[in-house]
C-alpha cells in the first residue's frame, strides 16, 4: 500500500517568543514492511533543522528558532510504502532490551480495577492468543471517540469512562498488558482507518507487546485488531509522552494555542 500523508502542526503565542527549541517525531523509519518513498521537514520561519536520534532510536528533528516569533507552522508530508506483516515488527531499530518496556510511568499505571480486568480478559494458552483476547476485549469495553486526547489523562482515569481516544485505548492496552507480565509500548504514527476517516484531529496512537520467540507485534485497540499495512509507524516509547511527535521549549511568557490537521490517503494498491 502507498499512504500519502499531510501532518500540520501550528503553535500560536499570546506573546512572541524570544526562542524555540523543539524536538520533532514526526519522521516514519525503514523496517521490513515499511518503506518511506518521500518525506520532508518544512517550517514556516528562519529556524535550524538538524536530523538526530532520540533514546528509544526514533528518528527525530531538532528544531531551533529565534524570535520574536508570534506563530509557527511545522508541516511533514510524505509517501510511505507498507506491505503486509499480521502485526510482527521485523528490521526497527531496537536499542533497549525488551524487558525496558515493562517499567509503568505516570500515564500507564495500572490499578487493581485495570489489573483484575487484564487478567480475566487475557484468555488463553499461548501469550499471543492472551494478548489478541486482551486487544479485543479493551476494543469492546469502550466507544471510539475521535477527538483530541484529554492532556495528561492517566490509563486508570480513561478506564473509568465509557468513551476513549485511541490515546486512551493504548495507554489501557499497555498498562493491562505490563499487568500480566508483558513488555509493551506506545507507538505514535499514522492510520487509515474507517473508524478514523482521511482527516485526523492528531497522529494516530496504538501499541505494540512482546512475544517471546515471535518479537514486537503490534496492536491497535482502537479497531480491535493487529496493525497493519495501513499504519505508518514513526515513534516509539514507555507512553504517550515519549512517542509525542512534538516536545521542546520556548523562551517567553503568556499562553500558547495549538492546531492540528492530519490528511492519510491511499494512492494505490501497490
Same mark, same amino acid.
Given at each position: 500500500?502507498?499512504?500519502?500523508?499531510?501532518?500540520?502542526?501550528?503553535?500560536?503565542?499570546?506573546? /512572541?517568543?524570544?526562542?524555540? #527549541?523543539?524536538?520533532?517525531?514526526?519522521?516514519?523509519? %525503514? =523496517?521490513?514492511?515499511?518503506? $518511506?518513498?518521500?518525506?520532508?521537514? %518544512?517550517?514556516?520561519?528562519?529556524?535550524?533543522?538538524?536530523?538526530?536520534?532520540?533514546?528509544?532510536?526514533?528518528?527525530?528533528?531538532? &528544531?531551533?528558532?529565534?524570535?520574536? $516569533?508570534?506563530?509557527?507552522?511545522?508541516?511533514?508530508?510524505?509517501?510511505?510504502?507498507?506491505?503486509?506483516?499480521?502485526? #510482527?515488527?521485523?528490521?526497527?531499530?531496537?536499542?533497549?532490551? /525488551?524487558?525496558?518496556?515493562?517499567?509503568?510511568? /505516570?500515564? =500507564?499505571?495500572?490499578?487493581?480495577?485495570?489489573?483484575?480486568?487484564?487478567?480475566?480478559?487475557?484468555?488463553?494458552?499461548?501469550? &499471543?492468543?492472551?494478548?489478541?483476547?486482551?486487544?479485543?476485549?479493551?476494543?469492546?469495553?469502550? =466507544?471510539?471517540?475521535?477527538?483530541? /486526547?484529554?492532556? +495528561?489523562?492517566?490509563? =486508570?482515569?480513561?478506564?473509568?469512562?465509557?468513551?476513549?481516544?485511541?490515546?486512551?485505548?493504548?495507554?489501557?492496552? $499497555?498498562?493491562?498488558?505490563?499487568?500480566?507480565?508483558? *513488555?509493551?509500548?506506545? #507507538?505514535?504514527?499514522?492510520?487509515?482507518?474507517?473508524?478514523?476517516?482521511?482527516?485526523?484531529?492528531?497522529?494516530?496512537?496504538?501499541? !505494540?507487546?512482546?512475544?517471546?520467540?515471535? +518479537?514486537?507485534?503490534?496492536?491497535?485497540?482502537?479497531?480491535?485488531?493487529?496493525?497493519? !499495512?495501513?499504519?505508518?509507524?514513526?515513534?516509539?516509547? &514507555? %507512553?504517550? %509522552?515519549?512517542?509525542? *511527535? #512534538?516536545?521542546?521549549?520556548?523562551?517567553?511568557?503568556?499562553?500558547?494555542? &495549538?492546531?492540528?490537521?492530519?490528511?492519510?490517503?491511499?494512492?494505490?494498491?501497490?
Amino acid at each position: 500500500m502507498r499512504l500519502s500523508i499531510d501532518h500540520r502542526t501550528v503553535y500560536r503565542f499570546s506573546t /512572541p517568543q524570544a526562542r524555540l #527549541v523543539q524536538m520533532l517525531r514526526m519522521t516514519p523509519g %525503514d =523496517t521490513h514492511n515499511q518503506t $518511506i518513498a518521500s518525506w520532508r521537514v %518544512d517550517v514556516d520561519c528562519d529556524s535550524r533543522l538538524k536530523p538526530a536520534r532520540d533514546g528509544f532510536g526514533n528518528r527525530v528533528t531538532m &528544531l531551533y528558532a529565534d524570535g520574536p $516569533i508570534s506563530a509557527i507552522e511545522i508541516a511533514v508530508a510524505g509517501e510511505v510504502l507498507t506491505t503486509a506483516h499480521a502485526g #510482527v515488527i521485523h528490521g526497527a531499530n531496537e536499542p533497549f532490551p /525488551p524487558d525496558l518496556f515493562l517499567r509503568a510511568t /505516570p500515564l =500507564t499505571q495500572a490499578d487493581d480495577t485495570l489489573t483484575d480486568f487484564a487478567r480475566d480478559a487475557a484468555a488463553g494458552h499461548a501469550m &499471543l492468543d492472551r494478548l489478541h483476547a486482551l486487544n479485543h476485549a479493551v476494543n469492546a469495553r469502550f =466507544t471510539f471517540c475521535l477527538q483530541r /486526547p484529554a492532556q +495528561g489523562r492517566t490509563a =486508570t482515569l480513561a478506564f473509568a469512562e465509557d468513551r476513549a481516544t485511541a490515546r486512551d485505548l493504548a495507554h489501557i492496552f $499497555i498498562a493491562a498488558a505490563r499487568a500480566i507480565g508483558v *513488555p509493551a509500548r506506545y #507507538v505514535s504514527g499514522y492510520g487509515l482507518l474507517a473508524a478514523l476517516g482521511t482527516s485526523q484531529p492528531t497522529p494516530h496512537g496504538w501499541a !505494540e507487546a512482546h512475544v517471546d520467540g515471535l +518479537g514486537w507485534v503490534a496492536f491497535d485497540p482502537s479497531i480491535g485488531l493487529c496493525a497493519g !499495512e495501513d499504519h505508518v509507524r514513526v515513534s516509539v516509547g &514507555l %507512553d504517550s %509522552d515519549g512517542a509525542a *511527535p #512534538v516536545a521542546g521549549s520556548r523562551l517567553g511568557e503568556g499562553d500558547e494555542q &495549538l492546531a492540528v490537521d492530519v490528511q492519510v490517503a491511499a494512492l494505490d494498491d501497490q
